[in-house]
């Protein structure tokens, strides 16, 4: 699918490790973990046995979550690192994958706009947040966290672990922090740091970065953005397609987060966090008896919360952005076409008879629900749509949200709001094959909300 031969290179992945190998002179591993063939065969086929348990993400009929399997070029690099295990903490884990490790922070940062910065790969978004909350409590350890409704639910959860308080601002009817809501909360001067989003992991609404960063220094307060999923839309913000401001205003902001893991081909366990200040590396030193030959210049172990972490994780970002580098013509032609396809879908659920949009999309989330009178009656249609697709013979995966009532019915105020709130429909077009079959899921999904379950 991609033009690479996968078993050759995974085999080249074998010979290179034991090129390298081979130059330290043979020995004879241990018995104790030596095995047979046939056994390992058997074993292995049970695997692939329990693996056939799985929604088919490569697959153009999944369109539920925000995952699809890695690009080649990073499992054959994540593959061929792997094999030497290096771990990131520190230099001496493996000094060559820590040096790619920095060039690929050099390429995000690039990405993002930022003159200085000071960053590393993390295992997730979540853990990228949390040192950004991390660092915002040690700047401003009296004062509290702002994020909006919309945002990932981790800002609440971590503002618990890091003992800062939090507050949620209202969203707006298209899903964006309200900037008034903000300012009234800024005022207060309470608010040392703003969390704002780049691509909701909901609704992909991105925040008006630039209007909460102007409010906020108004105010003093730090921001921080969570561009988890949507950071890699930044090559598509001179495009004419969205507002570029928000995307402009991150190289002013003080730290941001993005998921090579989501939209940037790779396989789970790669987050990034950057700090424009590089200075704010003082707030992570720490000694650990472990590391001995630590360098004088700051190593990534020393500038992160967590320890162990893959070096085979730098590697396979490395190979990739070398092939489809984090630029409009590399990475940016992969997003396109997701973007353009939630757009052109859009405009099939409006003029649909069974499914309605909930809202427009911004970049590549769209968000739907079968046409209904009332909210109890959507929620109920929507869980059926959500089964119903998944099962018989030409099957498509959508995922759930579930809204509250008067976000609902800011949007659709003529919907009869007798619960509470209801799943609606939710589909993430993170792959760009998706657009090719648009007109078959756009039907299919239509035949499921009219009831009509099998064909
Ligand atoms: C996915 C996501 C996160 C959490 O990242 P993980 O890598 O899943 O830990 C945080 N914020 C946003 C906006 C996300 O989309």
Redesign the pocket.
């Known amino acids: 699918m991609t033009g690479l031969d996968l078993r050759r290179w995974l085999g080249c992945a074998v010979d290179t490790v034991e090129a390298w190998e081979a130059e330290f002179g043979p020995f004879a591993a241990h018995p104790s973990h030596q095995l047979g063939e046939a056994e390992f065969g058997a074993a292995f086929a049970d695997l692939g046995k329990r693996l056939r348990d799985n929604y088919p993400f490569f697959h153009p009929r999944y369109i539920g979550q925000?995952v699809k399997p890695p690009h080649p070029a990073a499992v054959v690099g994540y593959v061929t690192a792997m094999q030497l295990n290096p771990n990131n903490h520190a230099r001496e884990g493996g000094p060559a994958t820590a040096d790619l490790e920095r060039e690929v922070m050099e390429a995000l940062a690039a990405m993002f706009g930022l003159e200085r910065h000071l960053g590393h790969l993390t295992?997730?978004?979540?853990?990228?947040?949390l040192e950004a909350l991390f660092v915002a409590r040690e700047i401003h350890p009296d004062r509290d966290i702002a994020y909006s409704a919309d945002?990932?639910f981790?800002?609440a959860r971590m503002c618990h672990v890091l003992g800062v308080r939090g507050h949620a601002v209202r969203a707006d009817a298209r899903g964006r922090m309200d900037m008034e809501a903000l300012e009234s909360l800024l005022r207060t001067g309470r608010v040392g740091t703003v969390v704002v989003?780049?691509?909701?992991?909901g609704t992909g609404a991105v925040d008006p970065v630039h209007e909460a960063l102007a409010l906020a220094r108004r105010y003093g307060a730090r921001v921080h953005v969570?561009?988890?999923?949507?950071g890699f839309h930044v090559l598509l913000a001179e495009e004419g397609l969205f507002d570029p401001r928000p995307w402009r205003a991150i190289a002013a902001c003080d730290s941001v987060?993005v998921?090579p893991?989501?939209h940037g081909l790779q396989p789970?366990g790669c987050?990034a966090v950057l700090f424009a200040d590089p200075a704010v590396a003082r707030h992570f030193l720490h000694d650990s008896p472990y590391t001995y030959f630590t360098p004088s210049d700051l190593h990534l172990g020393e500038i992160s919360l967590e320890c162990s972490r893959a070096g085979a994780a730098a590697a396979a970002l490395w190979l990739t952005l070398r092939l489809l580098p984090a630029t409009r013509e590399g990475l940016g032609r992969v997003l396109l076409p997701g973007v353009l396809a939630a757009r052109e879908w859009a405009g099939m659920l409006e003029a649909s008879p069974y499914l309605s949009l909930y809202q427009p999309p911004e970049l590549d989330i769209v968000t739907y629900f079968p046409t209904e009178a009332t909210l109890g009656g959507v929620d109920a249609a929507s869980a059926r749509v959500l089964t119903d697709g998944m099962a018989g013979p030409d099957p498509v995966y959508v995922s759930a949200l579930r809204v509250e009532a008067p976000a609902f019915t800011a949007r659709h105020p003529a919907l009869a709001a007798d619960a509470p709130g209801a799943r609606i429909l939710r589909s993430v077009l993170i792959k760009p094959e998706t657009g090719d079959h648009l007109w078959h899921l756009h039907h299919r999904l239509e035949e499921l909300a009219a009831g009509r379950t099998s064909r």
């Open positions: 925000m295992t997730s978004g979540t853990m990228g947040n945002s990932h981790t800002h989003t780049a691509g909701t992991t969570d561009a988890a999923y949507g987060v998921d893991h989501k789970y987050g």
